[in-house]
């Protein structure tokens, strides 16, 4: 049986600053339905999930919603007609607790207050649907409070409050491990079976075809093909995306490797790590890999110096350093891309030019002012290298789309010529085209001399991109594979194998 029409848009434009964001978009979405929206970074995908959701005005076009067509002035106008939107950088109030976010805008009331017990049983109920995940979240706790795999429940729940209609998911496994995604997927699929209609945006073909019934795929502002998800495979979604054969995802690895880079000795900071020993070589790229919780972030933020360690020393090019903090490691030519881009990786106020500048400041002045036409050239060069992409120079950094401002980060770390780059999740919301060419990038940077040392939550990646990997578990070094050994299932058992004698200890 066809299912129903909920929403659809028809010929929908945006323009930014003269520059087509949309070019007549079409889309359809049918009750029920897990309608998956996948495209190159910058495609255009969040513009018009804003669009449908009154974040932005569409600048031609019609949105309509059970055939009537609407327009909405403000995310509050969709919200009341039942479209939720769970953002890819969420958007809740941090200092109200959990059931105030829900219901914000219709906060239940009794006699001119807000009534809390009403408040807290109907939050509870909402929350309960979503099984173990959704109980251990208590209506009063402050949202600062929750991890961001709760967060997004919140965000769910506050979207279902309103008797949604539609929801939307823009990246929403970005921050997730695997077992809240799985825990998402269930929520998802129950919300599609009660009926609700949901747009999700990903760059992670697996999850796609997992859970998704449709695929639509933008490319350049437009859509290029609709499919059902049992006709396709992700290799044709793929090269309808990036518009042409995607050849072997991943790089040659190294053939030989050169002299010791960076040693680090007996690193120690409790509680997340002990007695940590690594070393990286020229021309090579090397994992630290591990579950997620393992402590490899840590180890990293402690070597470049942004967190304090305990004890342990490490060498560069065979000389002692002195770190005391992120400065000493910098000027040493140590750099850390961070894994939070928005909490502590741009200025999100700024242009592209400001950005690309700011870690380096001084390297651009002279007599105590900047020189722009420095800076214009640098921030031209980096932004090509890395392919950044953007509608005006002006623009800021806060509205690229995410996978470009991830790119401008590694563009950014890029400038400051390092002699070892630590890459926390270097492709988190990157697109496949561009995720290829990022890993071609950082086998160029290597074999330029550039000790790399990649940290990543996705084991294909991992093996893909790695010559060696140094396996990391509750804190402690505890494998080493490379060559042929470095597989998938050869880091899962060295982890296994490894937490199999910690119990036996016990
Ligand atoms: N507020 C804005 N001002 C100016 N340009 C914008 C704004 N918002 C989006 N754009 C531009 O519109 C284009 C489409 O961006 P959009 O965020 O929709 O891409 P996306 O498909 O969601 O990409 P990603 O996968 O990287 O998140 C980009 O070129 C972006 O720079
Ligand atoms: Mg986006």
Redo the contacts with the bound molecule.
């Keep these: 049986m066809e299912r129903e029409v909920i929403l659809s848009t028809e010929n929908i434009q945006k323009r930014?600053?003269g520059?087509y964001?949309l070019k007549g978009v079409s889309v359809t979405l049918k009750k029920g339905e897990i309608h998956a929206l996948v495209?190159?970074?910058?495609?255009?995908?969040?513009?018009?999930m804003n669009i449908i959701s009154g974040v932005f005005q569409a600048d031609a076009g019609t949105i309509y919603l059970n055939d009537a067509p609407v327009h909405f002035r403000n995310p509050n106008d969709a919200q009341l007609s039942g479209i939720g939107f769970v953002h890819?950088e969420l958007a809740l109030c941090q200092d109200l607790t959990v059931g105030n976010n829900i219901f914000i805008g219709h906060l239940p009331m009794k006699r001119g207050m807000v009534d809390n017990e009403c408040l807290n049983r109907e939050s509870r109920k909402i929350l309960d649907q979503f099984g173990e995940s959704g109980k251990s979240i208590d209506p009063q706790a402050l949202v600062s409070s929750l991890r961001v795999a709760q967060q997004q429940m919140v965000e769910i729940a506050k979207a279902l409050s309103s008797q949604c209609r539609v929801l939307i998911f823009d990246?929403p496994t970005s921050s997730l491990n695997e077992e809240e995604a799985s825990g998402l997927f269930t929520v998802i699929k129950k919300l599609a079976a009660s009926g609700i209609g949901i747009f999700y945006?990903s760059?992670k073909m697996e999850e796609i075809f997992h859970i998704c019934d449709t695929i639509t795929i933008?490319r350049d502002?437009s859509v290029i093909n609709t499919v059902p998800v049992k006709e396709t495979n992700a290799e044709f979604v793929v090269s309808n995306m990036v518009g042409k054969e995607l050849g072997n995802l991943y790089p040659e690895k190294s053939k030989e490797r050169g002299e010791e880079i960076l040693r680090v000795e007996n690193l120690t900071g409790s509680p997340h790590f002990s007695n940590v020993s690594f070393s990286t070589y020229k021309g090579e790229i090397l994992g630290l890999c591990g579950l997620v919780g393992a402590g490899r972030t840590e180890i990293a933020r402690a070597v470049c110096g942004i967190d304090k360690r305990q004890s342990g020393d490490i060498y560069l090019e065979g000389k002692k350093l002195q770190i005391r903090c992120c400065r000493d490691a910098a000027d040493a030519g140590i750099c850390y891309l961070t894994e939070d881009r928005k909490k502590d990786g741009l200025f999100l106020e700024m242009s592209l030019i400001e950005n690309m500048i700011a870690p380096q400041i001084s390297a651009f002045s002279s007599n105590g002012f900047v020189s722009d036409k420095k800076a214009q050239q640098t921030t031209e060069q980096y932004r090509k290298l890395m392919n950044v992409?953007?509608?005006?120079a002006a623009?800021h950094i806060g509205?690229?789309?995410?996978?470009?401002q991830q790119k401008l980060m590694l563009a950014k770390l890029l400038a400051m010529k390092p002699k070892v780059l630590f890459l926390d999740e270097p492709t988190r919301?990157i697109?496949v085209g561009a995720k290829a060419e990022i890993h071609q990038m950082l086998r160029k940077l290597s074999r330029e001399g550039i000790s790399i040392v990649v940290i990543s939550s996705e084991m294909p990646e991992t093996v893909g991109v790695c010559d060696r990997v140094v396996v990391i578990n509750v804190g402690k070094v505890v494998g080493e594979l490379s060559g042929e050994k470095l597989t998938q299932a050869n880091i899962v058992s060295t982890i296994s194998e490894f937490s199999e004698k910690e119990k036996t200890y016990e």
């Design positions: 930014f600053a520059t964001a495209g190159e970074n910058g495609a255009g995908k969040s513009t018009l890819q990246e945006i760059h933008m502002g992409k953007y509608s005006s623009q509205s690229l789309s995410g996978g470009n919301g697109d």
